[in-house]
């Protein structure tokens, strides 16, 4: 029960022409060091970059969400980056139609898909399926929203105990969604995305992550110098333009924590570690949606280079195309 996912060469690969490609991905939890490492391999094996940042997406979210500068990017072409406006939506199922295109189109010249993110719905759109679920009750969400997220947690483990397993207790999003799916359709959520189907690609997948001191340390550095780069007057320019509390990209983290601060709801002097802590607290359900996956070949890359990184990954991906008799000529 996948969406359908049109294009611009005719719609989705059929049966057994998509399996003829192969698309390398490099995903892992926020502030790893993804970004530059695809931009490494991609430059090793003539890729182009499709980006599984769920903020990314959005025009405007710069520093916010430390984004791939241009001149970073120079000479490796980048998909699916300012690609809304960040009072816009952009869904799974979307990403999913505009990846099985732009997929189809990169291979078409000869060239290697790379995608590279930690959004974990969209990842989870290409490399799991998802299904046509039904619309959003907000009547229903208005209710669920004045729930604990224990007790959230603790009704989707008594109608649906295999989803609640796989999501965290603290993430309000997923809980409330799959408990909507779950009264609005009699059925679990788990039963219905058992029926979804990846898109038809040979995914290889690499995961990368850091040792916890390192990490922490490494979210730490990175928050101090987005705000030192203008984080706050980013947020106060997009709130001008008509950035509201209702939209999708005001649930980035720094955004909302921003708006706290001028609206004098957190001190400053508590904005960088409150940003750190949500940052953590991502990254922990970042790795428990990821680990699920056996399909991932984890690295460690605890004081490693982005290039000695990306050298791994070009080697063992090569390396995975002569096991599976793969012609590395069709990617």
Not at 190 to 198: D, L, N
Not at 285 to 296: E, H, I
């Amino acid at each position: 029960m996948g969406p359908s996912a049109g294009g611009a060469r005719g719609g989705p690969a059929r049966a057994g022409e998509g399996e003829r490609i192969s698309v390398l991905v490099i995903l892992g939890p926020t502030a790893v060091g993804k970004s530059q490492v695809a931009i490494d391999a991609a430059r090793r094996l003539d890729g182009e970059v499709i980006s599984a940042d769920s903020r990314a997406f959005f025009r405007g979210l710069d520093v916010v969400t430390d984004k791939v500068s241009p001149p970073a990017r120079q000479g490796v072409s980048h998909h699916l980056i300012d690609v809304v406006e960040a009072t816009g939506r952009y869904d799974a199922a979307t990403f999913r139609a505009d990846v099985d295109r732009l997929i189809r189109e990169i291979a078409g010249r000869g060239r290697l898909p790379v995608v590279c993110g930690g959004g974990t719905l969209y990842l989870g759109a290409i490399l799991r399926g998802i299904f046509a679920g039904p619309s959003a009750d907000f009547a229903l969400r208005r209710e669920l929203s004045a729930v604990t997220s224990a007790d959230l947690h603790a009704r989707l483990a008594a109608v649906d105990p295999p989803t609640a397993r796989r999501i965290h207790p603290n993430d309000r999003v997923r809980l409330v969604r799959a408990l909507e799916v779950h009264a609005l359709t009699g059925r679990p959520i788990s039963s219905w995305q058992a029926e979804a189907r990846p898109l038809p690609y040979r995914f290889v997948c690499f995961g990368l992550v850091r040792e916890k001191a390192d990490h922490r340390a490494a979210i730490a550095a990175r928050v101090g110098a987005m705000l030192q780069h203008g984080l706050v007057e980013e947020v106060e320019r997009l709130r001008a333009q008509g950035l509201g509390r209702a939209d999708q990209a005001y649930r980035t983290i720094g955004v909302r924590e921003a708006f706290a601060f001028l609206d004098g709801e957190l001190p400053q002097t508590e904005l960088a570690e409150a940003i750190a802590r949500t940052t953590w607290s991502l990254v922990r359900r970042q790795l428990a949606w990821f680990r699920a996956d056996r399909d991932v070949a984890w690295i460690d890359v605890t004081g490693r280079s982005p290039e000695d990184v990306a050298e791994e990954i070009v080697r063992r991906f090569r390396a995975r195309l002569s096991e599976g008799g793969t012609d590395a000529g069709e990617t």
